[in-house]
């Protein structure tokens, strides 16, 4: 056995998942094979195949975690209300909320046949103008969600909409107290920032809370439109610049120090710059975008305490598969940009707990 194969072992007893398939009507046309296609970061994926039909698992990581966070039963749910409307999702197959299966809940839906671009060596084979229109599609997807009607596609109930950045703010301070165990430099500063010059929400919308490119299937042949959205675990009701903000945080700067999730994939020629990102998001909903400085320090924020959470469990032993090496770096270097993005606003840096 591989190590690939060990790992998926660990997360998805195969014999186990085609039994409850069958139980649960599912047509499957013989033995399992289940390959990890994620390492555990946040949830974790498998490619899971009967021969002739493919699928994806998503379950919950090992170990322990934040009460709320890696919610599989709410991606499954909002995945099915989409179903249809203008934000494109995969076909969802089987909910299961029974943690004794495979020892956590878990969901299957159909997998799309497509391409994943998770750093820049993935758009080498790409023109400039298709990486323009590529990027243009990806903000335009991310404006049709915030124009969804919760309501409507059933979803009204997704979240509480009153106080919604009041409570994202002190959920990410609060979860950053309880997992930081060693020196990290700019909390308290940006807890102060955070709260002191947090905004009034203009609107309440769907919010898919990790949206980027990476989290998107495009096509092989025409990888100009996004095919399917990923990765709804911290999906609810909230504030709709929060969202544009996490993606316009991963729109790095040519000759500027890029994130460390994507590497500068969106530095690459051809992607629209992030002020043309955010021009191309109020052209298709007709909004205006402000106190975006606010919403980009909490969108660094954010991301570094989810990051420093799943370092703290890989050094627990928790996770499975590779990449976790550098996360410490990736944490430091996130509020270390956070920081720098505050002080360079003469609004939030009013809010600094004492002079710099």
């Not at 430099?185 to 905004?199: C, D, K, Q, Y």
Request: charged letters at 20%.
């Amino acid at each position: 056995m591989s190590a690939d194969e060990s790992i998926a072992a660990q997360a998805v007893d195969a014999q186990v998942l085609h039994d409850h398939l069958v139980q649960a009507g599912i047509e499957v046309a013989g033995p399992l094979t289940i390959d990890l296609i994620g390492g555990g970061k946040s949830n974790i994926t498998c490619r899971v195949t009967d021969g002739t039909s493919r699928w994806i698992l998503r379950r919950p990581p090992l170990g322990d975690y934040a009460a709320g966070a890696h919610d599989v039963g709410r991606e499954f749910r909002v995945m099915t209300a989409l179903a249809g409307s203008q934000v494109p999702v995969p076909d969802m197959v089987l909910d299961c909320t029974d943690p004794s299966v495979i020892g956590a809940p878990f969901y299957l839906m159909s997998e799309v046949a497509g391409r994943v671009i998770r750093a820049p060596q993935d758009v080498a084979d790409l023109t400039e103008a298709t990486r323009h229109e590529l990027g243009t599609h990806l903000v335009n997807v991310l404006a049709d969600l915030h124009s969804v009607d919760a309501e409507a596609v059933g979803l009204g109930g997704l979240g509480r909409p009153l106080g919604y950045l009041e409570r994202q703010v002190s959920r990410w301070i609060r979860q950053m107290e309880a997992v930081q165990q060693r020196p990290l430099e700019h909390v308290a500063e940006l807890s102060s920032i955070l709260r002191g010059g947090m905004p009034a929400s203009a609107e309440t919308t769907i919010v898919h809370g990790d949206y980027r490119l990476d989290n998107v299937v495009v096509s092989v042949d025409q990888p100009t439109g996004v095919l399917a959205v990923l990765d709804w675990e911290m999906a609810t009701l909230g504030d709709p610049l929060a969202d544009l903000a996490t993606l316009l945080m991963f729109w790095d700067v040519p000759g500027r120090p890029f994130n460390p999730i994507t590497q500068g994939l969106m530095a690459e020629p051809g992607f629209p710059t992030a002020e043309e990102a955010v021009a191309i998001y109020r052209e298709r909903r007709q909004v205006e975008v402000e106190h975006f400085d606010w919403y980009m320090v909490f969108s660094q924020f954010k991301l570094a305490v989810i990051l420093e959470q799943i370092r703290v469990r890989h050094a627990a032993g928790e996770t499975l598969g590779g990449g976790f090496d550098d996360l410490g770096k990736s944490v430091d270097f996130l509020l270390d940009a956070a920081m720098e993005h505050a002080l360079a606003s003469p609004t939030l840096s009013a809010y600094l707990p004492a002079a710099r």
